[in-house]
């Protein structure tokens, strides 16, 4: 065990004050689900209808009924476009709510605008999250989360005065940038207060389905979108004034070599858990030493994700995974307004399975298994939008809605769940001294996921049931290709990167035993640390 965690153990585990800190840190969550899924409101699409002058009647679409009245203008069939995808002058959509789409008239030939716009900001999303990483290694997590949070409210406002769709989307891309960001430190920063038993908890636990359920009361609410915009901007200002309450990560100090700014810290930790202050002498030692070691420290890349084989296939798998994961799970949430019935109670009921899976995956993620709990949930959420597809070749589509509505949820549930556990499942998949890289790419694909979502949803424009299709299909994949990954549930986790391989299948360490100690870097986001991994003595082994 580390010095740090054998203070923190010193002083609580998880204690009063690493609970305030959890909750006031978990609190950004919420207006963060606001910012990330208002498209789900903002880009609907209510009815609309073309009114033509009967004055010139040549100029009419010959292909569409019209119903003249007796006054000069008439009502052309509704939600019909031209034959080449134009829009007549004269739009008018009903009252029911606005949107985007009755902003910039985004129907017709643009009606796959919304969905595109869905997409940069994803694309956004990535970005923001590469950067930020770093940037919060380099400034502090407590800055860097404050910082562009502060941003993000300021760009979300803008959104709402966008004189053009164009305009729009690029103030979308920079709010996906920013939830991007201030997402890797809402999730790291709380972690780094905590010793690893508590890691898992924090990490699947937040107030983000909250977000999602409380956004469905949104729109109930407030039907104008730029006003929408606004409130909800507005209603997440009085986070900022939680600075005073959430310190810098001592973890993060002690990396810098900072010590007696941690000191303090873990200092007040103890005095509000209500434990003595612990004697830092050993911790200074510690700090001194990794510093020394950080001079000598073997450097890895990508590249050994993929060596050796059996590697490689775990990588790709777990990786595979947090694709499907995210692809499913954006697009499920963000397509919940769209079903049959009540859209806010469908954002509403959205937000609520996600509590339940979560719950589930922390109660039975250990007993049954890593590939287990994965397998079963994404097979799960996968069954459930794939079966839909068959009320659509019944054409019962819509006089089901009920089951339809149904399926889908039970599908995010089986989603949100498999996504939680593949997290843990993929860190425990990768050896220590490449942990970090791994969980990245993961990342990554998680990203890249979250940005075809939108367009797989766009599929659904002439068929309804494509996308849950897809998704099903997916998801299904994965269930099925999980299997073929390692079980890592009480199975001491990999240290080595294991670069050769002999022909009855298993492997040869290639790296000293220094390499390890130098690189066994704590990944706060799972609860490993240098001193609990199991680091073998390498000078022994065969090169």
Not at 246 to 273: D, Q, V, Y
Request: net charge neutral; proline share 4%.
């Amino acid at each position: 065990m580390s010095e740090y965690e054998k203070i923190l153990r010193e002083i609580g585990a998880f204690g009063p004050y690493q609970v305030r800190v959890f909750i006031l840190v978990s609190m950004f969550e919420t207006p963060l689900a606001w910012a990330m899924l208002l498209p789900m409101l903002l880009n609907g699409a209510p009815d609309w209808s073309c009114g033509v002058d009967v004055s010139n009647i040549t100029d009419v679409w010959t292909n569409n009924t019209v119903n003249v009245t007796r006054s000069h203008w008439v009502n052309q069939t509704s939600d019909t476009c031209s034959s080449d995808g134009g829009v007549c002058e004269n739009i008018t959509f009903s009252k029911e709510y606005t949107s985007i789409v009755t902003e910039f008239s985004l129907i017709c030939d643009q009606s796959s605008v919304p969905n595109w716009i869905t997409t940069i900001q994803m694309t956004g999303v990535l970005f923001g999250a590469l950067l930020t990483g770093q940037l919060a290694d380099l400034i502090g997590r407590r800055k860097v989360l404050f910082l562009e949070y502060s941003m993000l409210l300021v760009f979300w406002f803008a959104s709402a005065y966008s004189p053009s769709w164009q305009v729009y989307a690029v103030l979308r891309f920079f709010i996906g940038a920013l939830i991007g960001g201030t997402l890797v430190v809402n999730f790291v920063l709380p972690l780094e207060f905590v010793t690893p038993e508590w890691r898992t908890f924090c990490g699947c636990v937040g107030f983000w389905a909250v977000g999602l359920m409380v956004l469905g009361l949104w729109g109930y609410l407030i039907q104008r979108w730029q006003t929408l915009v606004m409130a909800s901007v507005i209603s997440s200002i009085f986070i900022l004034f939680t600075w005073w309450f959430i310190p810098e990560s001592p973890r993060w100090l002690l990396s810098k070599g900072r010590l007696k700014e941690a000191e303090e810290i873990l200092s007040a930790m103890a005095l509000f858990n209500k434990k003595s202050i612990p004697n830092f002498t050993t911790l200074q030692e510690s700090v001194e030493l990794e510093q020394r070691k950080q001079t000598t420290a073997k450097k890895y890349s990508y590249w050994h994700l993929f060596t050796p084989r059996k590697q490689a296939r775990a990588s790709i798998l777990v990786m595979y995974g947090w694709f499907v994961a995210s692809a499913a799970y954006y697009g499920l949430t963000l397509s919940a307004g769209k079903l049959a019935g009540n859209r806010y109670l469908n954002i509403f009921l959205s937000g609520l399975v996600e509590i339940p899976a979560l719950v589930f995956v922390l109660v039975v993620n250990n007993r049954l298994g890593r590939r287990k709990t994965v397998s079963g949930l994404m097979l799960l959420g996968g069954a459930c939008c794939f079966s839909i597809l068959f009320i659509d070749l019944g054409g019962k589509l819509k006089s089901w809605s009920v089951a339809v509505i149904i399926l889908a949820m039970l599908g995010k549930m089986g989603i949100t769940g498999g996504w939680a556990a593949v997290q843990v499942f993929s860190a425990e998949s990768f050896p220590t001294v490449i942990r970090n890289i791994g969980v990245g790419a993961c990342s990554v694909s998680a990203r890249i996921g979250g940005i075809v979502a939108p367009l797989i949803m766009d599929l659904g424009s002439e068929h309804k049931a494509v996308p849950f299709t897809v998704f099903g299909i997916i998801a299904i994949v994965c269930g099925i290709l999980i299997l073929f990954v390692p079980e890592t549930s009480g199975v001491p986790l990999a240290d080595l990167v294991l670069l050769k391989e002999r022909k009855n299948g298993s492997t040869m360490p290639t790296v000293q035993y220094s390499d390890i100690c130098n690189n066994a870097d704590s990944f706060v986001d799972i609860g490993l640390n240098r001193d609990e991994v199991n680091i073998h003595d390498t000078d022994n082994l065969d090169p």
